[in-house]
């Protein structure tokens, strides 16, 4: 692909602000648009099974909008036929209005080859059935999950579902439990959007769209990374997207931007928060190094002895960088920092401001913290926490 003269340059602090402000992080949020419109904004809100302060779900709301409740995060996602989870940067809560968007992909399913789950005789059909039958119902409902403890052993109606998931003919309404709660697209999904209609080349130039008004800026591979699209799937639309190239110093490959980010200068208040290792500021890592040279890691899945900043180690965002690093527990009313990482003394303020919203946010009235990085700084940090917990 040929690569267009830039439209504009940016210097890397430029590009930084601007990203800020296409997620949420810099201005004001329209509070009134809520969960929801925070969803819509960002295009995508990736799911996990990982639950230490809460899950990653819950913390992209709130890391933009404060503490809302738990309890209204959950209704905004789900009620009211708002949002539908599907593959796109991975397991993803997606606002309704994109179901047309993902018909390239629900194609695709459908005609590749399936590996790993074999799928026995008559279930697909007969999950079908039941839930057309019987309404709303989680896999269990349906003839059970799992064959063993295994996480990957699933049941025949676990295949099944899972495979009219992908195929667009049931979609997910609703966690429960974090259990899926499947229903019969014909019935999820508004009538007016309920199609396969666009074309695969529409689908992407939507999908690239919305990824660089998310990003605000980036390079081709930030752009599909966002919905896990192919290299070449971009090149072959983002002519036709509505971004424009750019050149920002410091990142050694051309990027696009949303030419909405570029008509004014991004002003505003910074959040101060904790972010969850899901959340799309940060969920690309190369992306996340070359925006604020902070090298981030998730250690779930690390040994434990091999872990440097902990299990679920959240990145401080603070003025605009990442200024350190929290792996948080709970224990009762207490928020429990394992480990904290500071990126010297000017972070001990904004960490502590985090870790006290945080823990006010899951009804924790203290926080502990057991260990710090840097020792010398622990002093501080533990004065600083002690005045703002009163």
């Known amino acids: 692909m040929t690569t267009p003269r830039p439209l504009a340059e940016l210097s890397a602090a430029e590009a930084r602000r601007i990203v800020l402000r296409a997620q949420g992080f810099l201005g004001s949020p329209d509070r009134r648009a809520g969960v929801r419109g925070i ?3 960002l295009g995508a809100v990736q799911l996990d099974t990982i639950s230490v302060l809460a899950r990653s779900h819950e913390l992209v709301p709130y890391a933009r909008l404060g503490a809302v409740g738990r309890k209204t995060v959950e209704r905004a996602y789900w009620t009211d036929t708002h949002s539908f989870e599907y593959w796109s940067h991975a397991a993803c809560i997606l606002p309704i209005e994109e179901w047309p968007h993902f018909a390239f992909r629900r194609r695709a399913y459908r005609e590749r080859p399936h590996w790993g789950h074999d799928l026995p005789d008559g279930v697909y059909e007969q999950v079908i059935k039941q839930l057309r039958a019987e309404g709303p119902l989680t896999a269990t409902e349906l003839g059970g999950a799992k064959r063993t403890s295994e996480w990957w052993d699933w049941s025949g109606a676990k295949v099944a579902v899972e495979r009219a998931l992908m195929y667009g003919e049931v979609v997910c309404v609703e966690r429960r439990g974090w259990k899926r709660l499947y229903d019969l697209a014909e019935r999820a999904v508004p009538e007016a959007l309920l199609h396969d209609d666009l074309d695969d080349a529409e689908c992407l130039r939507r999908l690239v769209r919305l990824a660089g008004e998310a990003l605000g800026v980036g390079t081709r591979a930030d752009i599909a990374d966002y919905h896990r699209l192919k290299g070449e799937q971009v090149d072959a639309v983002i002519a036709d997207s509505g971004l ?9 490959k051309p990027a696009w931007a949303d030419p909405a980010a570029l008509a004014t200068t991004p002003r505003g208040r910074h959040r101060t928060t904790l ?3 899901f959340d799309s500021l940060i969920w690309e890592r190369a992306r996340t190094e070359r925006i604020f040279g902070f090298t981030h890691r998730l250690e779930a899945y690390v040994p434990k002895q091999k872990r440097i900043h902990g299990y679920f180690a959240m990145p401080v965002l603070s003025g605009g960088t ?3 690093r929290v792996d948080p527990a709970r224990e009762g009313q207490t928020l ?3 480990q904290i ?3 010297g003394p000017k972070a001990v303020p904004a960490v502590a401001q985090a870790l006290v919203e945080a823990a006010s946010w899951v009804n924790c009235t203290d926080v502990r913290v057991e260990r710090v990085d840097s020792p010398d700084l622990r002093d501080a940090l533990t ?6 917990l009163g």
């Open 336 to 338: 429990v920092a394992r």
């Open 244 to 252: 424009v190239p750019v050149s920002v110093a410091g990142w050694g």
């Open 322 to 324: 990442l200024v350190g």
């Open 383 to 388: 004065s600083e926490l002690a005045v703002l």
């Open 341 to 343: 990482t500071l990126d």
């Open 39 to 41: 969803l819509r904004h």
């Open 275 to 277: 972010l969850s290792p």
